[in-house]
């Protein structure tokens, strides 16, 4: 299956600092990228959906000033947690899809721990 | 409504047993249903999937069943290892819009050695 590289694995901030979490994709052009957020033990739960030079389209509840989604390049996207707060500390997964093809395409997570 | 029903919440087998699990959705606006295995701190990888056109799809050991008119289907693992021990999520694809995924609550399947 295709691959998509998600960094970094785990990161520790301070309360108040920005994070940037990406993700690429390696052997396909995701056209659509999915940001996912799951709690311990929780499901996946669906943050934005970005389209490759577009504006992201944001989930009801999800802050957009908050998590800043970039999605500049068919193969790049980019989630920032503005200001993180403890709060904020969660495993943030991205998963890409070429075209309207069915198949998504995980990332392998960041774990994000916010002090 | 766009919500997709998962249970069990957990499941402990033997080894060599099946494993089973199910989902039911309610929107009919779904076009597409898969499954997807998550060890701890990895994304999920995904197993097995079928289109509502399909009743039954079969890879090796797992098994999708899909009931188009009670709007559920389950993933049957047979002969089950105690490295299939991991989360398994159903999800369903919008059909329209952003696509997007719904995805169930999860299974903790545990196999017993």
């Known amino acids: 299956g295709a691959v998509v590289s998600q960094h970094p694995s785990w990161v520790i901030c301070k309360s108040g600092t920005s994070v940037k979490i990406e993700c690429r994709s390696l052997?396909?052009?995701?056209?659509?990228m999915f940001w996912y957020r799951q709690f311990p033990k929780q499901s996946l739960m669906l943050m934005a959906t970005s389209n490759e030079g577009s504006k992201a389209t944001y989930e009801q509840g999800v802050e957009k000033d908050k998590f800043l989604i970039n999605h500049a390049s068919l193969t790049l996207s980019t989630l920032t947690v503005t200001s993180a707060h403890p709060e904020d500390s969660s495993f943030y997964i991205c998963s890409g899809r070429g075209g309207l093809g069915e198949k998504l395409f995980f990332g392998s997570g960041t774990q994000l721990s916010v002090l | 409504q766009q919500q997709v029903k998962q249970s069990p919440q957990s499941l402990i087998v033997q080894k060599g047993g099946i494993s089973i699990i199910n989902c039911a959705y309610e929107n009919t606006a779904f076009d597409y249903f898969p499954w997807y295995q998550q060890f701890p701190g990895k994304g999920p990888a995904l197993l097995i999937a079928i289109r509502p056109d399909v009743s039954e799809k079969k890879e090796g050991r797992f098994t999708i069943s899909f009931n188009k008119s009670a709007k559920q289907f389950s993933l049957h693992i047979m002969d089950s290892q105690p490295g299939d021990s991991a989360t398994y999520f159903c999800a369903a694809r919008a059909s329209s819009g952003t696509y997007k995924y719904i995805f169930g609550t999860g299974t903790r399947l545990k196999v017993l050695a």
């Open positions: 052997d396909f052009q995701a056209t659509t």
